[in-house]
């Protein structure tokens, strides 16, 4: 995908999800963008909302997909004995504390040597998860994998987290339907409950810290950890409170339907209904696991009981 470049400091800026403007998360300025690029990205987001309706056939995806990575980018890092590492990428931004870069089977961050610290703060705070006992093995997956970390010329460090080649930044995705914002609330949520147990505060929960297989219907959490802490604590610079990560569910939600994050959502006939609108604008219940279950009243009386999803299953279908 190709960068829109942060005419202030360089970097590389953040779309909102409807195309219209980017942002500068390191300097904030923003830009808004011309038609020729509202349309370059609108049909980008088209072709990725396309791989949810993708059938079950292995082949048709790996197509999809080798075609998607065609439009990947370069990106070459300076190892201190001289030698390069080479990145592969489909997509990059720009945090005020790393780059991201996503590969096709990882995530690479890269940190200036001011902000090599939050390499340390990043195993620190995943460390720090513990699961339920009997879920431990299928819930870890949906938190970061550290795979390595490398020192670079001039005390820069890169640290490299696992990903499945099916999972995609949830940013590429643009706007959303209600019935697939569902999905995503649905596990987010999970992944809320996860934190709750642990008493952790992610404090980036965002747009840019969620990763999302579009077959499957799963999301992961793999970003920004170098914020994350226990509840009622300080680090970098951030009060960390347990209760932030469902304010930040909800504005998730917002952006994804097209809203800004300190708007209320609008309902809309069949697409945003009452219940997921009034959901999404209320206030988090007391924990996460009340949350959950409050969140899974208001998911049937938006779209009634839960139907299997099927992998080719259209859009309208997936909840009836
Ligand atoms: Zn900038």
């Given at each position: 995908m190709k960068n829109i470049l942060c005419k202030n400091c360089g970097g590389s800026m953040i779309l909102d999800a409807s195309a219209t403007t980017a942002v500068c998360k390191y300097c904030g300025s923003t830009y808004v963008l011309n038609h020729e690029d509202t349309d370059y990205y609108k049909q980008f987001y088209k072709r990725m909302r396309s791989f949810f309706t993708l059938s079950k056939d292995e082949q048709a995806r790996r197509l999809k997909a080798d075609e998607l990575w065609e439009t990947a980018e370069d990106k070459k890092f300076e190892c201190p004995d001289g030698k390069d590492i080479e990145v592969r990428y489909l997509y990059s931004h720009k945090d005020p504390a790393a780059d991201s870069y996503t590969a096709r089977r990882n995530i690479i961050y890269h940190f200036e040597e001011k902000n090599a610290d939050c390499v340390e703060k990043f195993r620190k705070a995943i460390s720090m998860l513990d699961y339920p006992s009997a879920d431990t093995k299928s819930l870890s997956d949906f938190f970061p994998h550290i795979n390595g970390g490398f020192e670079l010329e001039g005390g820069e460090r890169l640290l490299v987290i696992t990903k499945g080649e099916d999972e995609y930044p949830l940013r590429l995705f643009g706007t959303l339907s209600g019935r697939h914002v569902a999905w995503i609330i649905s596990r987010l949520e999970n992944l809320c409950c996860v934190l709750e147990y642990n008493g952790?505060?992610?404090?980036?929960?965002n747009i840019d810290s969620i990763y999302i297989n579009p077959y499957d219907h799963t999301a992961f959490l793999?970003?920004?950890?170098?914020?994350a802490g226990k509840h009622n604590t300080h680090t970098r610079g951030i009060f960390l409170d347990v209760a932030d990560n469902l304010v930040n569910l909800r504005k998730i939600a917002k952006e994804l339907l097209?809203?800004?994050?300190d708007e209320k959502v609008i309902p809309d006939g069949d697409n945003i209904p009452q219940a997921l609108a009034d959901f999404i604008n209320g206030s988090p219940k007391v924990n996460a696991y009340e949350d959950f279950a409050y969140w899974d009243e208001m998911l049937i009386k938006a779209f009634g009981e839960r139907k299997f999803i099927n992998m080719d299953t259209e859009d309208g279908e997936i909840y009836k």
């Open positions: 952790l505060a992610h404090a980036d929960l793999y970003g920004n950890w170098w914020n097209g809203f800004k994050a």
